[in-house]
């Protein structure tokens, strides 16, 4: 009786531990699957947004213009976290760029909701500047460049506008 009691604790014992082990496993898996997130892939997206506000701008929805406008304000704030290899002072810089960006979100956000046109191309030309400065923060080639066939300006004009990525040119 006794080793039956032994053996029915230990096949419980046993049960227990694969049933927790299992969920900790795929757990882990769903994990190590999971992309991780890059500097590259975030300003991809930065550039994304971009252009859907030149778009917006260009089309005349204003209102419109505060979505892409916020949503770069939160993908810059995770530069930091991904730009280790900026030197401390480039690193304050990008701080400060960051903090102009989601300023200028707001302020894209209000002229947008006064249908105010130019305010709004004033503001979008502010935003493509410090965008251009966080770009120049990086050694060529280690953020994506916008195709030349988009490099149009957010600000819905057909000026002509360097690359958000070129250093020293523009």
């Known amino acids: 009786m006794r080793i039956r009691s032994f053996s029915v604790f230990v096949v419980f014992l046993l049960v227990a531990t694969i049933a927790t082990w299992e969920p900790a496993r795929a757990e882990e898996k769903r994990g190590h699957s999971a992309p991780k997130e890059s500097l590259q892939g975030v300003w991809t997206q930065v550039l994304k947004s971009h252009d859907e506000m030149g778009r917006l701008i260009a089309a005349k929805k204003l209102g419109d213009v505060e979505n892409p406008a916020f949503q770069i304000a939160g993908l810059v704030t995770r ?10 002072d480039w690193m304050a810089s990008l701080k400060q760029f960051i903090k102009d960006v989601q300023k200028l979100a707001s302020d894209l956000d209000n002229t947008g909701d006064s249908n105010n046109l130019p305010g709004t191309q004033a503001n979008a030309k502010k935003l493509d500047d410090v965008l251009k400065s966080i770009a120049e ?9 916008r195709p030349a066939a988009n490099n149009a300006p957010a600000t819905g004009t057909q000026s002509q506008q360097p690359k958000l990525t070129e250093r020293g040119q523009g």
């Open 79 to 88: 530069l930091p976290g991904l730009s280790e290899m900026l030197p401390a």
């Open 137 to 145: 923060l990086y050694p060529k080639g280690t953020l994506p460049e």
